[in-house]
């Protein structure tokens, strides 16, 4: 095969791979793209950036958390945990309208004082997206504990 025709090939493949790239996200990537964005931001210890993904009407387990609340609630664990930790699987996203969507996976948090976990548990959570100019916020959520207790 002669260079211009190695050089013509390349090209193609490098229009093609930067066309796939290109393509928009559906709102199912972008939401699960956001709940990763969050995982890092806890795992990083930085809670303003976490609470911007958080709607101002945000309201969690069944109105006991709104957004004041679920900020302290989270200056009150990076106090009490050096480390946090989250193991989020499996992201299931449904896509409800044009501007809302459900979320549900189950989280595995561990934290502790030290660098290996004292503590950890394994919870099923449910969240509620809006998209807003252009952004999805979490507008709700309810967690429980999964009990993997051996009986």
């Not at 290996?116 to 959520?141: F, H, K, S």
Request: proline content about 4%; hydrophobic content about 45%; some cysteine.
């Amino acid at each position: 095969m002669s260079q211009r025709r190695v050089l013509v090939l390349a090209a193609m493949v490098l229009v093609a791979g930067l066309q796939a790239c290109s393509q928009p996200q559906t709102p199912e990537q972008q939401i699960i793209g956001v709940i990763r964005d969050m995982e890092a931001l806890i795992e990083n210890g930085e809670r303003r950036p976490f609470m911007n993904h958080v709607d101002e009407t945000f309201h969690g387990q069944g109105g006991y958390f709104d957004h004041p609340r679920l900020n302290a609630w989270l200056i009150i664990q990076f106090r009490r945990n050096y480390r946090l930790r989250a193991q989020l699987f499996p992201i299931s996203v449904r896509v409800t309208d044009e501007i809302s969507a459900i979320a549900s996976f189950n989280a595995l948090v561990t934290g502790g004082k030290g660098l290996l976990p004292e503590r950890g548990q394994m919870l099923a959570i449910t969240t509620e997206w809006r998209r807003t100019d252009g952004e999805w916020r979490l507008i709700a959520a309810q967690w429980q504990e999964i009990d993997l207790s051996l009986k």
